[in-house]
T-cell receptor, first 115, second 110 residues
Framework: DAGVTQSPTHLIKTRGQQVTLRCSPI?????VSWYQQVLGQGPQFIFQ???????GRGNFPDRFSARQFPNYSSELNVNALLLGDSALYLC??????????????FGPGTRLTVL | RKEVEQDPGPFNVPEGATVAFNCTYS??????FFWYRQDCRKEPKLLMS???SGNEDGRFTAQLNRASQYISLLIRDSKLSDSATYLC???????????FGKGTRLHILP
């Protein structure tokens, strides 16, 4: 069975540009979360979506937005890119996003470089 | 105080030795605790959940101390393949927030 897939794997953008990252969860998983991982740091929570609704948001500016589609895939959009947005963006899927934790399975990530 | 704190290491440990990591958390209302493993340039993978009574999975033992607000991971008889970064993960009192520590780097030496 396919795991979590993300595209593209690598991306190079310049300051001020906009970027869209894509994630397909494991089949049957309805919850998708996005994380930013800067080199040498742990992943930082950006968003969680469940059943196409935002269920949680981390401490990121409004330049970051996301959505989940009826097939449970998700997109993360970042506008007005800054050098500091350079990072590995990880998508994680889980069965549901309710009050009980269930294991999150991570995709391989998209490595974004902002020049 | 940071929400989740870990010693970044690196821990350089000879093969076969026992190594232990601690992780402290600031929110006393935190509900769930986990250890993830991340290999270089790879995605994190769940190593084990941490239960109040402590739990063991082969060479790995995880413990939770709610009074002192820390969790620990013990690796016995370490293998070269244990070399990785170990991430402490705490789920807050809101079901939408999962917090990762910065990770502890472990190098097992032959």
């Amino acid at each position: 069975d396919a795991g979590v897939t993300q595209s593209p794997t690598h991306l190079i953008k310049t300051r001020g540009q906009q970027v869209t990252l894509r994630c397909s969860p494991i089949s049957g998983h309805k919850s998708v979360s996005w994380y930013q991982q800067v080199l040498g740091q742990g992943p930082q929570f950006i968003f969680q979506y469940y059943e196409k609704e935002e269920r949680g948001r981390g401490n990121f500016p409004d330049r970051f937005s996301a959505r989940q589609f009826p097939n449970y895939s998700s997109e993360l959009n970042v506008n007005a890119l800054l050098l500091g947005d350079s990072a590995l963006y990880l998508c994680a899927s889980s069965l549901w996003g309710g009050s009980s934790y269930n294991e999150q399975f991570f995709g391989p990530g998209t490595r974004l470089t902002v020049l | 105080r940071k929400e989740v704190e870990q010693d970044p290491g690196p821990f350089n440990v000879p093969e076969g030795a026992t190594v232990a990591f601690n992780c402290t958390y600031s929110n006393s209302a935190s509900q769930s605790f986990f250890w993830y493993r991340q290999d270089c340039r790879k995605e994190p993978k769940l190593l084990m959940s941490v239960y109040s009574s402590g739990n063991e999975d082969g060479r790995f033992t995880a413990q939770l101390n709610r009074a002192s607000q820390y969790i620990s991971l013990l690796i016995r008889d370490s293998k070269l393949s244990d070399s990785a970064t170990y991430l402490c993960v705490v789920r807050g009192n809101r079901d939408d927030k999962i917090i990762f520590g910065k990770g502890t780097r472990l190098h097992i030496l032959p």
